[in-house]
């Protein structure tokens, strides 16, 4: 259809309208793939400028097999009933609140914005005369208008999705699971329904109004340490856990924190490795925090507030993002992350299942992800860490032990430490560190937190000889990718420098395997140089081991010769070595991103110095200008 152009503050009303369907379609389409038996597990709709002169409005979706049909009809219902119904003045509300709460982020941090965003801003005016009104009279008008935009204004967009009106409907299922036949019947079905009003109003979920139900009793600072150099304070709360905060302004609208504990997943045996990776994600589905997510959601409503969890092989992690109006909330949500006790229930662990079955059966048919999984069997010696799970492993989980390795990895205050860094006032955030993160009950009968060198080293090891081995895949049109993995063994007594002398070796391997098999023999497009050296465990004293790989898509005919032709560069450079202006090269680049880095220095600084003052202080070589960034040393 015809897309209108922005000149006017109609105009404009009419984009926030429009901004505000399509947010408050997508909530409903999230809960919907939330609840049991959904009929999709993703959905969303948006709008998208095709050409200068055309606008679509798109509705995409994805599902389990054979459930193309079920997920159309769920579609067309949803728009159907909002063209019904609208939304209702809650519904408006959530979704007001969160454009609110963006734009007022936006307008904090005017002075700070990247560049990038005024260009792409200037760019789409000389292509399609959008207006450039700049962001501080941009809120003002966003703050006037969002309040009076009505339901009646934004369900009226519902029409852009009438499948009367040039509709086009695609799926990718083969035709013994969804014929023509069976979507127009489906089309027939939603709008005989809709013409009959026998499509019944949206029901809304309850929604409670405290993150936190019952305020924690606060927790004391039993030991405070000052770092002058990176200013910085460390302190050690009454229930054992260590938070260390840093005051920066590199954006006004921005805390970042990070937690971390040592122990992860290196930890498991092998026969419980499966059930308890799936930990995150079967509590994921049911609700870290307490809540369901499609519940949290609505909660979190106008608060720019959110924290993520991860469990990594050594450590276990969460972090957090959040407006310094809004660290409670993001607080409140840590404290809820430790104290919350996630219960398998049948239906989100069939969901959970459910989805994990169809990404394994796509990444069955996927050749590349069967030669990606070879290439890690060969190069880690088939350890079941870098293993991928089979449907046959996921047929074992046991969701209830899942759970528990969930919860046992986020309870123990005492064995965290958390950083918290941004544009904070102390004397509004230590009260809040100490009720939230202070008020988190100490857990009876712990056993020591692990140590760095308490941790139990992944099982793997580097094949003993070279190995060529081809991985061959049915494929409509015939393609090659080339992977040469090469193992790294970095010793202890120059670990720290060789971890950059590595990262430099990437880029200059990188460069001139790119000048060979493109530019001398124009064989590929593009070269990548991988280096991987995560899987030893951390340490100062152990070496590192890892791989350096080079990879690169080509002929398959030619995939041999190219391969020779990057050994042959590898062997001419480990004889002559580079030359000096290819070194040269590679350390402006690297200098270039360096110093780009340290534009952000005082966010990143309170999460790279802080770990450095944690572990004696040997990460922040890293922050200025080493001695391995001048010629000579390298």
Same mark, same amino acid.
């Given at each position: 259809?015809?897309?209108?152009?922005?000149?006017?503050?109609?105009?404009?009303?009419?984009?926030?309208?429009?901004?505000?369907?399509?947010?408050?379609?997508?909530?409903?389409?999230?809960?919907?793939?939330?609840?049991?038996?959904?009929?999709?597990?993703?959905?969303?709709?948006?709008?998208?400028?095709?050409?200068?002169?055309?606008?679509?409005?798109?509705?995409?979706?994805?599902?389990?097999?054979?459930?193309?049909?079920?997920?159309?009809?769920?579609?067309?219902?949803?728009?159907?009933?909002?063209?019904?119904?609208?939304?209702?003045?809650?519904?408006?509300?959530?979704?007001?609140?969160?454009?609110?709460?963006?734009?007022?982020?936006?307008?904090?941090?005017?002075?700070?914005?990247?560049?990038?965003?005024?260009?792409?801003?200037?760019?789409?005016?000389?292509?399609?005369?959008?207006?450039?009104?700049?962001?501080?009279?941009?809120?003002?008008?966003?703050?006037?208008?969002?309040?009076?935009?009505?339901? $009646?204004?934004?369900?009226?967009? $519902?029409?852009?999705?009438?499948?009367?009106?040039?509709?086009?409907?695609?799926?990718?299922?083969?035709?013994?699971?969804?014929?023509?036949?069976?979507?127009?019947?489906?089309?027939?079905?939603?709008?005989?329904?809709?013409?009959?009003?026998?499509?019944?109003?949206?029901?809304?979920?309850?929604?409670?109004?405290?993150?936190?139900?019952?305020?924690?009793?606060?927790?004391?600072?039993?030991?405070?340490?000052?770092?002058?150099?990176?200013? $910085?304070?460390?302190?050690?709360?009454?229930?054992?856990?260590?938070?260390?905060?840093?005051?920066?302004?590199?954006?006004?609208?921005?805390?970042?924190?990070?937690?971390?504990?040592?122990?992860?997943?290196?930890?498991?045996?092998?026969?419980?490795?499966?059930?308890?990776?799936?930990?995150?994600?079967?509590?994921?589905?049911?609700?870290?925090?307490?809540?369901?997510?499609?519940?949290?959601?609505?909660?979190?409503?106008?608060?720019?507030?959110?924290?993520?969890?991860? =469990?990594?092989?050594?450590?276990?992690?969460?972090?957090?993002?959040?407006?310094?109006?809004?660290?409670?909330?993001?607080?409140?949500?840590?404290?809820?992350?430790?104290?919350?006790?996630?219960?398998?229930?049948?239906?989100?662990?069939?969901?959970?299942?459910?989805?994990?079955?169809?990404?394994?059966?796509?990444?069955?048919?996927?050749?590349?992800?069967?030669?990606?999984?070879?290439?890690?069997?060969?190069?880690?010696?088939?350890?079941?860490?870098?293993?991928?799970?089979?449907?046959?492993?996921?047929?074992?989980?046991?969701?209830?032990?899942?759970?528990?390795?969930?919860?046992?990895?986020?309870?123990?205050?005492?064995?965290?430490?958390?950083?918290?860094?941004?544009?904070?006032?102390?004397?509004?955030?230590?009260?809040?560190?100490?009720?939230?993160?202070?008020?988190?009950?100490?857990?009876?009968?712990?056993?020591?937190?692990?140590?760095?060198?308490?941790?139990?080293?992944?099982?793997?090891?580097?094949?003993?000889?070279?190995?060529?081995?081809?991985?061959?895949?049915?494929?409509?049109?015939?393609?090659?990718?080339?992977?040469?993995?090469?193992?790294?063994?970095?010793?202890?007594?120059?670990?720290?420098?060789?971890?950059?002398?590595?990262?430099?070796?990437?880029?200059?391997?990188?460069?001139?395997?790119?000048?060979?098999?493109?530019?001398?023999?124009?064989?590929?497009?593009?070269?990548?140089?991988?280096?991987?050296?995560?899987?030893?465990?951390?340490?100062?004293?152990?070496?590192?081991?890892?791989?350096?790989? =080079?990879?690169?898509?080509?002929?398959?005919?030619?995939?041999?010769?190219?391969?020779?032709?990057?050994?042959?560069?590898?062997?001419?450079?480990?004889?002559?070595?580079?030359?000096?202006?290819?070194?040269?090269?590679?350390?402006?680049?690297?200098?270039?991103?360096?110093?780009?880095?340290?534009?952000?220095?005082?966010?990143?600084?309170?999460?790279?110095?802080?770990?450095?003052?944690?572990?004696?202080?040997?990460?922040?070589?890293?922050?200025?200008?080493?001695?391995?960034?001048?010629?000579?040393?390298?």
């Amino acid at each position: 259809m015809p897309a209108g152009e922005i000149k006017t503050v109609k105009d404009y009303r009419d984009s926030l309208a429009e901004s505000i369907f399509h947010c408050a379609l997508n909530q409903r389409l999230f809960k919907l793939s939330r609840r049991r038996d959904p009929p999709y597990f993703s959905c969303s709709s948006a709008a998208d400028a095709l050409v200068r002169p055309v606008k679509a409005y798109i509705m995409t979706s994805s599902c389990r097999e054979k459930g193309t049909v079920e997920a159309l009809e769920s579609m067309l219902v949803e728009v159907a009933r909002a063209r019904l119904y609208g939304f209702s003045e809650r519904e408006i509300s959530i979704v007001r609140a969160l454009m609110m709460s963006e734009i007022e982020s936006a307008y904090l941090e005017r002075d700070q914005m990247q560049s990038t965003s005024l260009r792409d801003e200037y760019l789409q005016h000389f292509l399609r005369e959008e207006p450039v009104v700049g962001i501080d009279y941009e809120a003002r008008l966003q703050k006037t208008l969002l309040p009076y935009i009505s339901s $009646a204004e934004v369900v009226k967009f $519902a029409e852009n999705f009438s499948t009367t009106s040039s509709c086009v409907i695609k799926i990718v299922e083969p035709r013994a699971h969804a014929s023509l036949e069976d979507l127009k019947a489906v089309v027939l079905k939603v709008n005989t329904l809709e013409e009959k009003r026998s499509i019944p109003p949206w029901e809304e979920e309850q929604i409670p109004e405290e993150i936190v139900s019952q305020s924690p009793v606060p927790g004391i600072i039993v030991d405070k340490v000052e770092h002058p150099g990176i200013g $910085a304070t460390e302190m050690i709360l009454s229930n054992g856990m260590r938070v260390c905060y840093k005051c920066t302004d590199f954006l006004d609208d921005q805390v970042v924190f990070t937690g971390f504990a040592y122990g992860g997943l290196s930890e498991l045996s092998e026969d419980e490795y499966t059930s308890c990776t799936m930990g995150s994600t079967i509590a994921g589905e049911i609700g870290i925090f307490g809540y369901r997510p499609s519940v949290l959601m609505d909660m979190l409503a106008g608060k720019r507030a959110e924290v993520g969890t991860k =469990v990594g092989a050594y450590i276990r992690s969460f972090s957090g993002d959040c407006s310094p109006s809004d660290l409670e909330t993001g607080l409140q949500l840590v404290y809820q992350l430790f104290t919350t006790k996630v219960e398998p229930r049948e239906e989100e662990v069939k969901i959970v299942m459910q989805m994990a079955e169809e990404a394994i059966y796509a990444q069955e048919r996927d050749p590349y992800t069967a030669f990606a999984n070879r290439s890690r069997e060969i190069n880690y010696g088939n350890s079941y860490f870098f293993k991928p799970i089979r449907i046959s492993d996921l047929k074992k989980v046991n969701p209830i032990r899942a759970c528990e390795y969930f919860n046992s990895c986020f309870k123990d205050p005492s064995a965290f430490t958390v950083v918290v860094v941004g544009n904070i006032d102390p004397a509004i955030s230590i009260p809040l560190i100490l009720e939230y993160l202070g008020g988190i009950p100490k857990v009876q009968d712990t056993v020591q937190p692990l140590s760095r060198e308490d941790l139990k080293g992944l099982p793997f090891k580097f094949p003993e000889t070279i190995i060529r081995e081809v991985v061959r895949s049915p494929m409509v049109e015939a393609q090659c990718f080339v992977q040469l993995g090469f193992p790294v063994v970095l010793k202890s007594t120059m670990m720290t420098e060789d971890i950059h002398y590595v990262g430099f070796l990437s880029k200059l391997l990188e460069t001139k395997i790119m000048q060979v098999l493109r530019f001398k023999y124009g064989q590929v497009y593009s070269v990548n140089v991988g280096v991987f050296l995560g899987g030893n465990k951390p340490s100062r004293s152990g070496d590192v081991r890892g791989d350096i790989s =080079v990879n690169f898509s080509c002929d398959p005919d030619m995939s041999s010769r190219l391969v020779d032709f990057v050994l042959e560069e590898i062997s001419y450079l480990q004889t002559e070595g580079p030359s000096e202006e290819d070194v040269w090269t590679i350390l402006e680049i690297e200098q270039r991103a360096h110093e780009n880095g340290l534009q952000c220095r005082k966010i990143i600084t309170g999460w790279i110095e802080f770990c450095g003052a944690i572990n004696q202080g040997f990460i922040q070589e890293m922050l200025d200008p080493p001695s391995w960034f001048k010629m000579r040393d390298v």
